[in-house]
């Protein structure tokens, strides 16, 4: 099978943009989360989608929002772009009934 | 809530040494635990898991297991390799209705010649 895929792999946006980075999962899986992580706070849980539905949110403000398609793809947005949303955001996906997530290679996100 | 305390790193061994990354943790009910690890500029690779008490995890050489009495998941291997050097990092999960992963802060192994 293949593996949960990202895209942009690199990305660079100035402040006050906006930017929507993709999440194709694993075949099958019906789970995406997303997750941020940085040198300072580590990794931290964004949000889940399961079944296009958002079962789960981390505490973020309200400029980082998601989606899920019915094919399980998902997108995350962020809005107004801040120098301190600089970081490696990284999707997962699972079957949604077990525990284990399986993650992409990440997004990067620079913003000047 | 729940939460996941490692050891702090960098943690530098020379090959062939015995290696041994702390992790405790704090959560309700009967969490499944994780080790993942981090190849530099890479995502998250599943290393080992185990999903109940005394269960023990193991992959590549690593081994971890579940003690629920001293809420701990400590990752050894007994002869590390300078392709072992990465960031690893603990974590747990509930089964359930959701999936929200908690994780560790993250151990740097640097592994010298």
Not at chain 1, 24 to 48: A, K, M, N
Request: glycine letters at 12%; proline letters at 4%.
């Amino acid at each position: 099978k293949a593996g949960v895929t990202q895209t942009p792999r690199y990305l660079i946006k100035t402040r006050g943009q906006q930017v929507t980075l993709s999440c194709s999962p694993i075949s099958g899986h019906r789970s995406v989360s997303w997750y941020q992580q940085t040198p300072g706070q580590g990794l931290q849980f964004l949000f889940e989608y399961f079944s296009e539905t958002q079962r789960n949110k981390g505490n973020f403000p309200g400029r980082f929002s998601g989606r899920q398609f019915s094919n399980s793809r998902s997108e995350m947005n962020v809005s107004t772009l801040e120098l301190g949303d600089s970081a490696l955001y990284l999707c997962a996906s699972s079957s949604g009934g077990e525990e284990t997530q399986y993650f992409g290679p990440g997004t990067r996100l620079l913003v000047l | 809530g729940d939460s996941v305390t490692q050891m702090e790193g960098p943690v530098t061994l020379s090959e062939e040494a015995f290696l041994t990354i702390n992790c405790t943790y704090t959560a309700t009910g009967y969490p499944s635990l994780f080790w993942y690890v981090q190849y530099p500029g890479e995502g998250l690779q599943l290393l080992l898991k185990a999903t109940k008490a005394d269960d023990k995890g193991s992959n590549k050489g690593f081994e971890a297991t579940y003690r629920k009495e001293t809420t701990s998941f400590h990752l050894e291997k007994g002869s590390v390799q300078v392709s072992d050097s990465a960031v690893y990092f603990c974590a747990l999960s509930h089964s359930g209705g959701y999936q929200k992963v908690t994780f560790g802060t993250g151990t740097k192994l640097q592994v010298i010649p």
